[in-house]
Every structure is written in structure tokens, then in C-alpha cells.
T-cell receptor, first 113, second 117 residues
Framework: DAMVIQNPRYQVTQFGKPVTLSCSQT?????MYWYQQKSSQAPKLLFH???????NEADTPDNFQSRRPNTSFCFLDIRSPGLGDAAMYLCATSIRLAPDTQYFGPGTRLTVL | AQKVTQAQTEISVVEKEDVTLDCVYE???????LFWYKQPPSGELVFLIRRNSFDEQNEISGRYSWNFQKSTSSFNFTITASQVVDSAVYFC??????????????FGKGTKLSVIP
């Protein structure tokens, strides 16, 4: 089945220690998104890639970076995680930019100690 | 302002009861899209439905049905004969044009549905 895969499902890191979350997709979609979702809140868009074009949301902290080496993979790098970065990180894909439907992966739950 | 309001934070129903989740939206756009997603405890956001602003037909899919009313800016979701597996957080979302060729997907705060056996 075509799908969006996120690894790992659970990630524990230490305060200030860089961490990378990964997302892959077999849907061959052009757009990949990263969302941050804190407990009992709605998902918040961090950035997206349309093919190789990167679009950063205005309020996304510089601490968050992303890479998309090819169509299938996208990475979220958190350079110096703080306690406030503990959250669920959701990857999503769509064929084209919104309003196309976005399809989400299972998420990676990040804990910062 | 573009906004989605889900006034019900949490709802509990007994299995087999019907339940309606409310969604009210605000947008300046004449063309927009509305979505419902389900987020079970596992965390994955599961797409349920997409509706564009020009299509006010109600939709039914099995036990799920959606009532879109532009006059009241509402897009409500009804689950008939609820089951324990329906327990999840349900998000209503709106896509609107945010300028410079970009669209934004904005979510409501979600409604947590608990179906009690």
C-alpha cells in the first residue's frame, strides 16, 4: 500500500543534542510537509517542500531545519532541542499544494530530557 | 480572519448512540475547502472527507455523514451508531488562499470523542 512512513515512532533526546526525524513516502507526491503538534493542540505547520522548493513558515524557529534529498524522503533537523520542542511531529504529503488533500504519517513523538 | 472553531472540546457517548461534531468556520475567500481528519490514540491523522465551497451536497459514507451549510458557515460531522473504535480526536480544517500563490491549511482545536462500551 502506498503510504507515508515516519521513523522512529518515538525519539528521546537530551536538551541541546541535535536530533533528526525522517519521513518517507511511496505516494510519489510532489509536496511534503512537517507539522508540530503539542499535547491537546492542533497541528502547526513548520514548513513544506514543493519538489525542491522550500517554504518556511514565518514563525518557525531557526532551530528547525529541513532537507529533502529526493522525492521520497524528507528530514526534520532540530539543531538544539529545548524542553519546549517536545511534541508529536507529523509528516504529510500531497500531490500539489493545498487545497489538495494532505495525507499524514503516523508521527514521531519527541521527548526532550 | 481565517478560522475554524470546534466548540466541543470533549464528548462522551455510549456505544450505539449517534453523535454530531460541530465545526464552524470563518473565511473571506469565496473558494475554499473543508476537511475532517480523525486522530486515534496512535497519533496518525486519518483523512475522512474534503468538501469544496461550491458543493453543498451532504455526504454519507457508511456510518459517517457530513452536513455542509454555507448559510451558517458550518460543516458538521455525524457518526451514527457509534462504536468504541470511533474514539479519537476529530479535527475540522479549512484551506484558504494566503497570498503569493500559497494556501494554508488551518485546523480547529479538535473534539475528543470517547465512546463508552
Amino acid at each position: 500500500d502506498a503510504m507515508v512512513i515516519q521513523n522512529p515512532r518515538y525519539q528521546v533526546t537530551q536538551f541541546g543534542k541535535p536530533v533528526t526525524l525522517s519521513c518517507s513516502q511511496t505516494l510519489n507526491h510532489n509536496v511534503m510537509y512537517w507539522y508540530q503538534q503539542k499535547s491537546s493542540q492542533a497541528p502547526k505547520l513548520l514548513f513544506h517542500y514543493y519538489d525542491k522548493d522550500f517554504n518556511n513558515e514565518a514563525d518557525t524557529p531557526d532551530n528547525f531545519q529541513s532537507r529533502r534529498p529526493n522525492t521520497s524522503f524528507c528530514f526534520l533537523d532540530i539543531r538544539s532541542p529545548g524542553l519546549g520542542d517536545a511534541a508529536m511531529y507529523l509528516c504529510a504529503t500531497s500531490i500539489r499544494l493545498a487545497p489538495d488533500t494532505q495525507y499524514f504519517g503516523p508521527g514521531t513523538r519527541l521527548t526532550v530530557l | 480572519a481565517q478560522k475554524v472553531t470546534q466548540a466541543q472540546t470533549e464528548i462522551s457517548v455510549v456505544e450505539k448512540e449517534d453523535v454530531t461534531l460541530d465545526c464552524v468556520y470563518e473565511t473571506r475567500d469565496t473558494t475554499y475547502y473543508l476537511f475532517w481528519y480523525k486522530q486515534p490514540p496512535s497519533g496518525e491523522l486519518v483523512f475522512l472527507i474534503r468538501r469544496n465551497s461550491f458543493d453543498e451536497q451532504n455526504e454519507i459514507s457508511g456510518r459517517y455523514s457530513w452536513n455542509f451549510q454555507k448559510s451558517t458557515s458550518s460543516f458538521n460531522f455525524t457518526i451514527t451508531a457509534s462504536q468504541v473504535v470511533d474514539s479519537a480526536v476529530y479535527f475540522c480544517a479549512l484551506t484558504y488562499y494566503s497570498g503569493a500563490g500559497s494556501y494554508q491549511l488551518t485546523f480547529g482545536k479538535g473534539t475528543k470523542l470517547s465512546v463508552i462500551p
